[in-house]
């Protein structure tokens, strides 16, 4: 700034504006919108003998589902990792009242952990204690089976009759889950895909449930000989699912994503960090093949995506993106219950079903809406020129959770007080750099700096006195003494005497105001 020193000396105060230097912000996730859950509306697409939703809290995905069980007559076969009392169990009751045989596989009443979560939020463990609570109200009513590692999530209805019914939901059969509270998909069954998921249900109840809940706050372990005329009618499972003995589920993955030309869509609620199918999304990128990733936003999903990030991947935050799919080159793919992780793959009890062209389209259209209104994209690296003011998530290595970065388009930094003890100095006073560009916080970016600057001019001592003996200058010279330091001043009223006598300076004179 160009200050005009003319006429009176006054007090100055200005502003110094900086910019500050561009950088490079690492591993951020940048925030778009604000994604509300849950969602009002359910939506629903129909392609074919094919329908897919995504609940919303207007009931309608429950009242669906309630309408399936309503329907039955003779079974129900219900897996669900959690349970939760609410128009969905209330159905199951009065179909058993009806004389409808109800069977449920689910995660047992001692869960310690949610979905693959490390740590458990208070909302989680009031799921749980939802669930235990459910669990004992179903006693001598509904058969119940449990296992720690039951995840897989669908309702069949009269599964071995021609009017059969089928759905298969990444959601949990929580009132929540099934309200929109997450992102999540459910797909309707088809006839030759009932058959597979009823021999999976089978396979589940006699050969991988653990215990079985026939009294109150006690689970009775489950023998593990099965009779051979049951196993004979067990069924094939024609669909790709995750199984004590089975993992053709992680083997088609792998396939599809290894088949992978031009473009891989996957989405899922947990990625693990070094998984080998994680692995393998991040060598197609690195082929050239396009990979975009849905999934929520949280320090473990992070740090499992960060190389696949910088490979190039496009990934897109959520709050709670539950859904689980995979797509490659819009011609194969599958939706799945479990997440991309040892736990869901590798040793779970989980299903699938494969999409043929027409299911692809549909669901690509339910992410080309879900992309729209993301909540937030991840940039391994981003300018801070490119990022607009307010709270952003950054991964830290070492942390055990995303660090909040706040950028901000200007900041008024400490007042910078200028005092000199001769007013002719202020004449070449120039702002120091170093004041302004200070070491930006890691974890805070001003793009701006603005420095408030103030000059306090110097003043004549209340104890000087003229000094009788200085008389060659022919104007007054007053003499002063600080701390044993005797100094000589000469008075000025306006800048164009300071400029005058600037030069007696240099001779150790002092300018200085009244």
Partial sequence: MNIDFKGQITPISYEVRIPSKEEQ????????????????????????????????????????????????????????????????????????????????????????????????????????????????????????????????????????????????????????????????????????????????????????????????????????SVPQSVLEDLGSVTLPVTRKDTTTLRDTLSKMIDSAKKTITISAWTFEKDYELVNKLLAKQKQGVKVTIYTRVNFFNTGALLKVAKAGAIIYGYPRFHAKCLIVDDITGLIMTANMSKLGLDSGFESAILLDKTDIGTLNNILEKLSVERSQVFFSRISSANLSKGTFKVFVEGKQELQSINISDEKIESRIVVKYSSCDKYLDYSFVSQDAFKKQDKLEYVKTHIYPIVFEFPKLSRNAKIDETDKKLGIPVYISKKNGQESRSILVKNWEEVEKLKHLSANGYHLVIE
């Avoid at 940048?30 to 207007?58: A, C, H, I, Q, W």
């Avoid at 039955?72 to 199951?92: N, P, Q």
């Avoid at 740590?119 to 235990?132: D, F, W």
């Fill in 25 to 224: 912000i690492e591993n951020c996730w940048v925030f778009e919108r604000d994604v509300v859950l849950p969602y009002k509306n359910t939506l629903t697409l129909s392609m074919g003998n094919r329908s897919f939703s995504v609940p919303g809290s207007d009931g309608v995905f429950i009242s669906s589902i309630v309408s399936m069980i309503e329907r039955a007559k003779y079974l129900i076969c219900l897996s669900s990792f959690l349970l939760e009392a609410g128009d969905v169990t209330s159905a199951l009751l009065k179909a058993r009242n009806r004389g409808v045989y109800v069977v449920i596989l689910t995660a047992p009443r001692e869960l310690k952990s949610c979905d693959n979560d490390e740590e458990i939020s208070e909302r989680q463990k009031e799921i749980l204690e939802k669930h235990r609570k459910l669990l004992n109200s179903f006693i001598n009513h509904i058969l119940i089976r449990t296992a720690s590692h039951f995840h897989a999530k669908y309702l069949l209805c009269d599964p071995v009759s021609d009017s059969a019914t089928g759905i298969m939901m990444t959601c949990n059969a929580t009132v929540d889950a099934m309200s929109g509270g997450n992102i999540e998909f459910a797909v309707g069954l088809k006839q030759n895909e009932i058959q597979s998921f009823y021999a999976h249900f089978l396979h589940g109840f006699w050969t991988e449930s653990e215990h079985e809940l026939l009294e109150k706050g006690k689970l009775s372990t489950t023998e593990n």
